[in-house]
T-cell receptor
Framework: KQEVTQIPAALSVPEGENLVLNCSFTDSAIYNLQWFRQDPGKGLTSLLLIQSSQREQTSGRLNASLDKSSGRSTLYIAASQPGDSATYLCAVLDNNDMRFGAGTRLTVKP | GAVVSQHPSRVICKSGTSVKIECRSLDFQATTMFWYRQFPKKSLMLMATSNEGSKATYEQGVEKDKFLINHASLTLSTLTVTSAHPEDSSFYIC???????????????FGAGSRLTVL
């Protein structure tokens, strides 16, 4: 059974700092991996989608990498801003089931 | 920890029939539940936000008459795909927000998803 783990569970950084969020999964036979953002009281917002054949995706200040063989993905956020404060979740799609990590709650202090 | 049960996990139906998918929060009360759809090789798409006791809020482009959402209790929301067609075949997933944390820690728990195949 696929298990997805996110470390750290919570992170607080000063504005402007670069940061990395980690996601690991136990079964490397995945179809794709996604990073999402979740704001209080709202649904998920998709940030980046990495297909199993890809190694990274970039969007603005965000860069996500995927190392399928080691079961790891990282989400790099450059020059963090208070508006980046949210919970970030990674999810893997494997064999028709989607598994989510528990999320990392990020707080960026002004 | 919080658990969300989604049923059925897989369903195959004939074109023109309706299919109901249930999303239950097993050990917490969920004032808000979200329904998503996963398109092949694409990211998850939010379909609607369901609040207990009120009408669901649908995202732009989602047909509310086709995807009926009911959230009659604090532990159950249902998505009914009416008059299903092959293009409705997809992976549908729900998530629930724990009422106890709705004002603070924004804890979302996801169901395992439902794979719908319309023949």
């Amino acid at each position: 059974k696929q298990e997805v783990t996110q470390i750290p569970a919570a992170l607080s950084v000063p504005e402007g700092e670069n940061l990395v969020l980690n996601c690991s999964f136990t079964d490397s036979a995945i179809y794709n991996l996604q990073w999402f953002r979740q704001d209080p009281g709202k649904g998920l917002t998709s940030l980046l989608l990495i297909q199993s054949s890809q190694r990274e995706q970039t969007s603005g200040r965000l860069n996500a990498s995927l190392d399928k063989s080691s079961g790891r993905s990282t989400l790099y956020i450059a020059a963090s801003q208070p508006g980046d404060s949210a919970t970030y979740l990674c999810a893997v799609l494997d064999n028709n089931d989607m598994r989510f990590g528990a999320g990392t709650r990020l707080t960026v202090k002004p | 920890g919080a658990v969300v049960s989604q049923h059925p996990s897989r369903v195959i139906c004939k074109s023109g029939t309706s299919v109901k998918i249930e999303c239950r929060s097993l050990d917490f009360q969920a004032t808000t539940m979200f329904w998503y759809r996963q398109f092949p090789k694409k990211s998850l798409m939010l379909m609607a936000t369901s609040n207990e006791g009120s009408k669901a809020t649908y995202e732009q482009g989602v047909e509310k008459d086709k995807f009926l959402i009911n959230h009659a209790s604090l532990t159950l929301s249902t998505l009914t795909v009416t008059s299903a067609h092959p293009e409705d075949s997809s992976f549908y997933i729900c998530s629930a927000e724990d009422r106890a944390f709705s004002s603070g820690a924004n804890v979302l728990t996801f169901g395992a998803g439902s794979r719908l195949t319309v023949l």
